[in-house]
């Protein structure tokens, strides 16, 4: 659920505008983003439906994101476990590697043998 300015509530698809999914857009700089607790398990939700609505670039950073912020604290375990939960479904080399290469050593789901 999100809330417009008027704070009405409407339910959107995750894929449809919380992630911007358009592979076009460059990155401007290098930067984490936080969600709050409700967006994230909507993260975590779409991920474990339907990962490939999300572009590979962005499901990188996404679990680049969540296991950096859950290392600093800034997100709990519980939801860096959701988001991570579906890491098995993924194919694609980015995001596997992004788990590699954003756990700085730390087990993430035993990836280390599929990359």
């Not at 505008?17 to 460059?26: L, Y």
């Not at 572009?55 to 600093?72: E, G, S």
Request: aromatic share 6%.
């Amino acid at each position: 659920m999100l809330r417009d300015e008027d704070g009405s509530l409407h339910n959107y698809d995750i894929a449809d505008g919380i992630v911007s999914n358009d592979p076009q857009q460059k990155a401007m700089g290098y930067y984490r983003v936080n969600y709050d607790e409700e967006n994230w398990s909507l993260i975590a939700k779409k991920l474990m439906t339907d990962h490939e609505a999300i572009h590979p670039l962005n499901r990188a950073q996404i679990i680049c994101d969540v296991i950096t912020l859950a290392r600093t604290g800034h997100v709990s375990e519980k939801i860096k476990d959701e988001i991570m939960e579906y890491i098995d479904m993924e194919t694609d080399f980015t995001p596997l590697n992004a788990v590699k290469e954003c756990s700085d050593g730390r087990k993430e789901g035993h990836m280390e043998e599929r990359i």
